[in-house]
């Protein structure tokens, strides 16, 4: 059983910064095992992909979306993943989730853990 739970959301202004966290547990699991993204749904939108990392780092994908103004990096010591954003806009609410992959990938159906996600609100 792998539980990812991310934090880090709230609301902020247009042109503000957040980082969210997502930390994965359970029995004999580790982050190396794992590559990692993070993906959001709009609200009456599709859940789509935002950043993808593998499991040493050194392989990273965004979405042209985020592009520029997100960054995901990853401690797998500490078995957290992190997605900073900044530079945010109203478009970028949404609920945002992570999830763990046995390959990098940006298709959501090919990553097996979800968490439950959280809420981050962009203010004009």
């Known amino acids: 059983q792998v539980t990812l739970v991310e934090s880090g959301g709230g609301l902020v202004q247009a042109g503000g910064s957040l980082k969210l966290s997502c930390t994965v547990s359970?029995?004999?699991?580790?982050?190396?095992?794992?590559?990692m993204g993070w993906f959001r749904r709009a609200p009456g939108k599709e859940r789509e992909f935002a950043a993808a990392?593998?499991?040493?780092?050194?392989?990273?994908h965004y979405a042209d979306s985020v592009e520029g103004r997100f960054t995901i990096s990853r401690d797998n010591d500490k078995n957290t993943v992190y997605l900073e954003m900044t530079s945010l806009e109203p478009k970028d609410t949404a609920v945002y989730y992570c999830?763990?992959?046995?390959?990098?990938?940006?298709?959501?159906?090919?990553?097996?853990?979800w968490g439950q996600g959280t809420q981050v609100t962009v203010s004009s």
């Open positions: 999830a763990a992959a046995g390959s990098l990938t940006t298709r959501a159906k090919d990553y097996d853990y």
């Open positions: 359970g029995r004999a699991v580790s982050m190396y095992n794992y590559v």
């Open positions: 990392i593998s499991w040493s780092g050194t392989r990273i």
